[in-house]
């Protein structure tokens, strides 16, 4: 007896009792489809933030005010003031930071924006020229403020485009006026709708010089974040080291874990976003892996009834030569088969539902998402469901082979 | 002639608790190729038993049963496997047809467990359907014949492996009269025209009397062994 043979033999089984067949498979079904659901949204929801990441710019090196959350919890509410001009302007030496071509303060926090009666929340960042690079922000109308207007303090005022839709909805801004916080200042630029990027939502932000963010809006001489971009990817290492090392004399810190700053870059950030989106998915796929193990305790109790009930086809094929060993490899692939081809449905109903699930989140939530269809996760789901036929099916098709052929000829 | 089987103080006892039920109590008898035997009996005598025994379908609680020279009881499962594929040809009362399967699979059945190249099976299977008149009935199903015809499919079936020895249990049992007769004249013609050995169980004497040896069993001993001198054909009316 060759594998087509126990096959078509095992396959006529299963035909018999199509519908018990197809509803013993539910539970591997259903298992396998919320794994590839789970793991093709978990994938996609992990490449739509490494985009918002990558929107940063490969050069870009973030230092924030503050030690590592992960840290020892050893530092005061002045931590969080440890970033100042002075970083600037050192950060600014060649002889510090040989590789760095930019230094960008940047504050930032909530705000309101009122044109006549119409409010709105707003993000407020407070940088420099270099914003505009650093972050690909290209104004539709007008342009950025330029260095000189960030030196004088200037009230300019570069918006985002629903902030233009909210206060001026049918209406050219630019050179009207705006309040912010309170204070009076001039559109000199709108920039457009792009969506979130780089984690930000550029589109209800205003940018204002960070002078006169300082100096008018928060009232501190203190940076949120000192944005640096380094010549080249290559001297991104070299440069974290540089900014590390300037910043801690600066600071007289000599003990690393003692930290007053943060020091991120692209490649970090990614990394540290993909450790929390791949652990999240895989602890859900584990959650629905459990389905599988109940759908096997299925396949055996099904299986179990389908020996008793065909105890007589056992006692006849027994009767014209059948050894124990052939009835246990048939009733054994007639699990495998019922796992396997659940597994295979399985990937097909997890495929078709990401794929709609994918379709219903760039329609309804209007994100830039891609369709990933998890190879690794189908094809190890459909390998584990062969397995979980072979483990629980181990125990009826034992049992079918050891029935004696005249008590199964026997048997009404 | 050559003895086929011999079997000698053949016991059997099932154990059911305290109580050990003696179903077969020192049988002897042996038979020749090419005879055809009939075993009756009431119903509890214990022929069926006997039949299981001979068709390596049970074994012996004690004595002896020599096949073809091989004695069976130093025989492993496997071996038996073996012997029932190549040697030996059932027909069940109750037909035991594989339900959704055609005729052509379920005469094939046997093939499936044997030696013989696949190329083979097609056409073996063909000419056995073909013997017992059946060859417009291929690639029906079972549930879509009537009982003389699935009996004669069982008959098809237990010809495929050019068996030694063919045991047929109470064959017309579930059948009317004019299938039984059908499958009793097939059953003779092996035995006639064929050469085949043949085992029938039956209480019926007129079926029993289509045999050239009648042995009867009562309380699981042998009561009469004798050879039919009558011996009735097909062609006769089957209810007297």
Redesign the interface.
Known sequence: ?NIR?YAH?SF?GL??NLVRSILTILGIVIGIASIILIVSLGNGAQNLILDQVKGLGTRTIIISAGGDAAGPPNRTQSTKVSLKQRDVDALEQKSNAPHISKVMPLVNGAGTAEVGSNSYRISLFGATDAMSEIYSLVPVEGSFFAEEEVRSSSDVVVIGSEVKNQLYPNEDALGKRIKIEGHNFVIVGVLPSKGSSALINFDKAAIIPYTTAQNYIFGTKYFNNIVVESDSEKTIALSVDDIKNTLRTLHKIEDPTKDDFQVQNQADLSNRLSIITDVLTYFLAAVAAISLLVGGIGIMNIMLVSVTERT??I????????????ILIQFLLEAVYLTLAGGIVGVLIGTTLSLIASFLIIKVFGFDWTFIFPYSAAIIGVAVSAVVGLVFGLYPARQASKK???EA?RYE | MATLLQIQDLVKEYVDGDTITRALDGINFNVNKGEFVAIMGPSGSGKSTLL?ML?F??SPTSGQYIFDGINTHELV??DV??L???KVG?V?QAF?L????SVL?NVK??L???DIPEHEWNDRAKKAIDSVGLTHRLYHEPSELSGGEKQRVAIA?ALI?DPEIIFADEPTGNLDSTSGKKVMSILEDLHDNKGHTIILITHETHTAEHAERIIRILDGKVEKDEKVLNKRSSTDNFLK
């Open positions: 007896m043979h033999a006529i035909k018999t007589r086809e006692g006849l094929r027994k009767a014209v030569g059948a050894t124990n060993r052939n004696s052929p005249i000829l | 299981h068709g379908l049970d499962e496997e496997a073996k029932r594929s190549r059932f069940f035991n594989l339900a959704k399967t699979e059945l046997p499936l467990y044997s079936r492996n």
